[in-house]
C-alpha cells in the first residue's frame, strides 16, 4: 500500500506561481511513475502532468504547456508540480497519482492510476 500526501496549495492572484509538492510513503515510489490531476467544482477529474520513474520523460496536457513543470526527487519519495502565471481558470483540487504498470507512454487517464492523495485546494483570483 502506498499513500501520497499533497501539499503546497494556497490562495493566489492571477499571475502568481506556486509549487505543489507529493510525497509518497513507499521507497517503490522511485519505480513507478507519477501523474498530476485537477478537478475544477461540477468538472469532471482531468490529467495535468505526468513523469516517468527517472525523471527523464515528461508529458502534459496542452492546456499548461509551458507554465506547468513536473519534477521529482527519488532521493525524497517526492514528486512536485511547479505552477507558473496562475489563471483563474488553474482553480481546482489538484491531485498526484501512483502509476504502477511501467506503462509506455505516460498514463494520462485516471483509471490507469493505482494510488491517489488526498488532494490540495488551489485557488486563483483575478
Do not use: H
Not at 21 to 41: I, K, N, T, V
Not at 57 to 77: C, E, H, L, P
Not at 101 to 108: D, K, M, N
Amino acid at each position: 500500500q502506498v499513500q501520497l500526501v499533497e501539499s503546497g496549495g494556497g490562495s493566489v492572484q492571477a499571475g502568481g506561481s506556486l509549487r505543489l509538492s507529493c510525497a509518497a510513503s513507499s521507497r517503490a515510489f522511485s519505480s513507478y511513475a507519477m501523474g498530476w490531476f485537477r478537478q475544477a467544482p461540477g468538472k469532471e477529474r482531468e490529467f495535468v502532468a505526468a513523469i516517468n520513474w527517472s525523471g527523464g520523460r515528461t508529458d502534459y496536457a496542452d492546456s499548461v504547456k509551458g507554465r506547468f513543470t513536473i519534477s521529482r526527487d527519488n532521493a525524497k519519495n517526492t514528486v512536485y508540480l511547479q505552477i507558473d502565471n496562475l489563471k483563474p481558470e488553474d482553480t481546482a483540487i489538484y491531485y498526484c497519482a501512483l502509476d504502477q504498470s511501467l506503462r509506455v507512454p505516460l498514463a494520462t487517464m485516471t483509471s490507469m492510476y493505482n494510488y491517489w492523495g488526498q488532494g490540495t485546494q488551489v485557488t486563483v483570483s483575478s
